[in-house]
């Protein structure tokens, strides 16, 4: 199975701070890499899928980048709704594999 | 907009079967791939296994023995069981619709399911 690693683990940031969030494949993934936010009690929504292809109906302050084994996602300006964990996960081979998560708290 | 609503037992007991039914509207569950993910409290998303509406799926291996999951198109539904349940198995259960097995882009708002005598 591909292992996924996150960095950090938990963050402690601002409104209107620019946050990167890391993810590490064990091995290379090519551009299958997506990302997801997750609030307390909800369901994970999808950010960005393939890397880098921001998702319908997700503020353009999101953006990812990577290939191969490491990617990145970027807020640019954190808002207060963005306060939430954040997960990657590959889809470059079965069993799909998520990372163990980024808390994000305010500052 | 296509959504999802698991639905089935918050409790199951110690070595009995967890079933769930994922009931999807919005969109037709033929043309899609469907999956399971589970979360147990606290703690980070595992991928169960994929189906499509053929009934053709993908399991992961670590749960493989003991998953099956089937579609049922009359209904616009799929289900997971899982046997031989034991504490371990206590997670919130999610379906999710799976875009190419590439992504999940919508899911359901999750069960909690616990097992305990």
């Known amino acids: 199975d591909i292992q996924m690693t996150q960095s950090p683990s938990s963050l402690s940031a601002s409104v209107g701070d620019r946050v990167t969030i890391s993810c590490r494949a064990s091995?290379?993934?090519?551009?299958?890499l997506n990302w997801y936010q997750q609030k307390p009690g909800k369901a994970p929504n999808l950010l960005i899928y393939a890397a880098s292809n921001l998702q319908t109906g997700v503020p353009s302050r999101f953006s990812g980048s990577g290939s191969g084994a490491d990617f990145t996602l970027t807020i640019s300006s954190l808002q207060p709704e963005d306060f939430a964990t954040y997960f990657c996960q590959q889809s470059f081979s079965i069993p799909d594999t998520f990372g163990p998560g980024t808390r994000l708290d305010i500052k | 907009q296509v959504q999802l609503q698991e639905s089935g037992p918050g409790l199951v007991k110690p070595s009995e079967t967890l079933s769930l039914t994922c009931s999807v509207s919005g969109g037709s569950i033929i043309g899609s791939w469907w999956s399971w993910i589970r979360q147990p409290p606290g703690q980070g998303l595992e991928w169960i296994g994929y189906?499509?509406?053929?009934?053709?799926?993908n399991y992961n291996l670590s749960l493989k023995s003991r998953v099956t999951m089937s579609v049922d198109t009359s209904k616009n539904q799929f289900s997971l069981k899982l046997s031989s349940v034991t504490a371990a198995d206590t997670a919130v259960y999610y379906c999710?619709?799976?875009?190419?097995?590439?992504?999940?882009?919508?899911w359901g708002q999750g069960i909690l399911v616990t097992v305990s005598a």
């Open positions: 189906i499509y509406h053929s009934g053709s799926s």
């Open positions: 091995q290379r993934i090519s551009t299958s």
């Open positions: 999710a619709r799976s875009n190419y097995k590439q992504f999940f882009d919508f």
